[in-house]
Each structure stands twice: as structure tokens, then as C-alpha cells.
């Protein structure tokens, strides 16, 4: 069963950075594209970044942390990263891995991880 397992959030004052990983149970290359979305209490989850996992690697950002987030993978590692730098307060959300595979767009999410930005 495949498993997507996110590691790295916590409590970080503004201006500050997290690195958020994730890593699957198996290769990622059984995904075509994975990512972070992102749910602040009350809102609904939206989309942070995503790459797909091809030899090209096209990244998404959400107009929101276009030029402070990163999202890189690891293939040796089967992990995807999210660096997030100069964070604001309404950064704070609880953030989720997501994937979805190539063999049928079936779509997997971890279990999230929560980032708060505070003073």
C-alpha cells in the first residue's frame, strides 16, 4: 500500500523558514506528479506547489509563495521537499503531501503536518 509520510513542520516566528519532506513507501516514480497543499483552520485545502516526476520535473506554485518556496525531489531518496522561507502568519496552515500515481490518477495524501507562524 502506498504511503506518503511528511516530516519538518512546527513553530516558526515570521520571517523565519521550514523544510517540510515528504517520503513515499515506495519509488516515486510510480507517481507522475506529487506535492504540498496547504488548510488553514476554516478554509478549504489548496494547492502550495507541485512537480511532476519526469525527467523534466515541472514545478507549480501557488501565486501565493511564488519566490519563497522551493519544491525539489530526491529520486535516489524517494522523498519530495518543500523549503519555505520568509513566512508569514497566514502561511500557518497544516500541510499535506499529495501524489498521484500514474498507473490509474489514483491520488494519495499523507497525514499533514501542522506549520505555525507566529511571534
Known amino acids: 500500500q502506498v504511503q506518503l509520510v511528511e516530516s519538518g513542520g512546527g513553530l516558526v516566528q515570521p ?9 513515499a513507501s515506495g519509488s ?19 494547492l502550495v506547489a507541485t512537480i511532476t516526476i519526469t525527467s523534466r520535473g515541472w514545478i507549480n506554485y501557488a501565486d501565493s509563495v511564488k519566490g519563497r518556496c522551493t519544491i525539489s525531489r530526491d529520486d535516489a531518496k524517494n522523498t519530495v521537499t518543500l523549503q519555505m522561507d520568509s513566512l508569514r502568519p ?4 497544516v500541510y499535506y503531501c499529495w501524489g498521484k500515481r500514474a498507473i490509474d490518477n489514483s491520488q494519495y495524501w499523507g497525514q499533514g503536518t501542522q506549520v505555525t507562524v507566529s511571534s
Do not use: H
Not at 15 to 23: D, I, K, P, T
Not at 28 to 46: C, D, H, L, S
Not at 90 to 93: L, R
Open 15 to 23: 520571517g523565519g523558514s521550514l523544510r517540510l519532506s515528504c517520503a
Open 28 to 46: 516515486i516514480f510510480g507517481f507522475n506528479t506529487m506535492g504540498w497543499y496547504r488548510q488553514a483552520p476554516g478554509k478549504e485545502r489548496v
Open 90 to 93: 497566514e502561511d500557518t496552515a
